[in-house]
């Protein structure tokens, strides 16, 4: 079975860190592009980082450069987005995405909740 699956959010005070993980299942990510988008009820879903295949190069919005960072294990099968010096404006649910690089095949995790909240 082809599964994203997206752990590591909670409720953390401003300013503080969380390491959220994106474990893939029934394909290996080796020949993804993979990302972190975020969304809140009221937005549409914004893409926040992406890297590539071989681990870079990455993109960022504009919102979160230096203070987020993607990284990916191909071993593990498993993307990372480290967020530190968190704002209550990363509010939101954050999704992980496969995008296959030749086919274009993508994949969607069902979400993680982040909550910046003092």
């Known amino acids: 079975q082809v599964q994203l699956v997206e752990s590591g959010g909670g409720l953390v005070q401003p300013g503080g860190s969380l390491r959220l993980s994106c474990a893939a299942s029934g394909f290996t990510i080796n020949s993804y592009v993979m990302s972190w988008y975020r969304q809140t009820p009221d937005k549409e879903r914004e893409l926040v980082a992406t890297?590539?295949?071989?681990?870079?190069?990455?993109n960022y919005a504009d919102s979160v450069k230096g203070r987020f960072t993607i990284s990916r294990d191909n071993a593990r099968n498993t993307v990372y987005l480290q967020m530190n010096s968190l704002k209550p404006d990363d509010t939101a649910v954050y999704y992980c995405k496969a995008v296959h690089f030749t086919n274009l095949y993508v994949y969607w995790g069902r979400g993680t909740q982040v909550t910046v909240s003092s």
């Open positions: 890297i590539a295949r071989a681990g870079g190069p990455t």
